[in-house]
């Protein structure tokens, strides 16, 4: 049996496991700070052989690098609707109705809107995280 589905099957949560999970934890950011540092050595390579924001390839032994350039475009929207409202382009902007949820959320405190109307509507999202630190005993 791995270790990995030993664990997993394990309803126990032992100091060991804590442990574990501590310096794995701790490895893993030395390893992420270890792999930034290569990967911007990489791309500075890159850079000055085929030039800022060029796709580029570099192989060395039976490893190869390889650089893609990605491109995304976003309009700012508060500028974009006022030049479309210039433009006398109004079929080109969305109106989105959507609630203000501060004002619903004040008149429900004030007794101005029953909460219970809207009790259907609310979610409540959960997350979770760990911490694992290391104490003097």
């Known amino acids: 049996m791995s270790k990995i ?4 099957q394990s309803s126990e949560l032992s100091e060991e496991m804590l442990k574990k999970y501590y310096y794995l934890n701790i490895q893993k950011k030395e390893l992420e ?6 990967k911007k050595q990489i791309h500075n390579y890159l850079d000055v052989t085929f030039g800022n924001e060029q796709k580029g390839e570099v192989q060395r032994g039976k490893y190869k690098a390889q650089r893609i350039i990605r491109s995304s475009v976003n309009y700012d ?18 109106q989105v109705k959507q609630p203000d949820i501060e004002k ?6 004030i007794d101005i ?3 219970e109307e809207f009790s259907s509507c609310k979610t409540n999202k959960l997350s979770q995280a760990i911490t ?5 005993v």
């Open 104 to 109: 619903l959320e004040a008149a429900m405190k």
């Open 33 to 38: 700070k270890e792999i930034n540092q290569i």
């Open 77 to 94: 929207q508060e500028k974009t609707v006022e030049k479309l409202e210039e433009l006398h382009l109004a079929d080109f902007i969305l």
């Open 5 to 8: 589905t030993e664990i997993e």
């Open 113 to 115: 809107v029953d909460e």
């Open 132 to 136: 694992v630190k290391e104490t003097s």
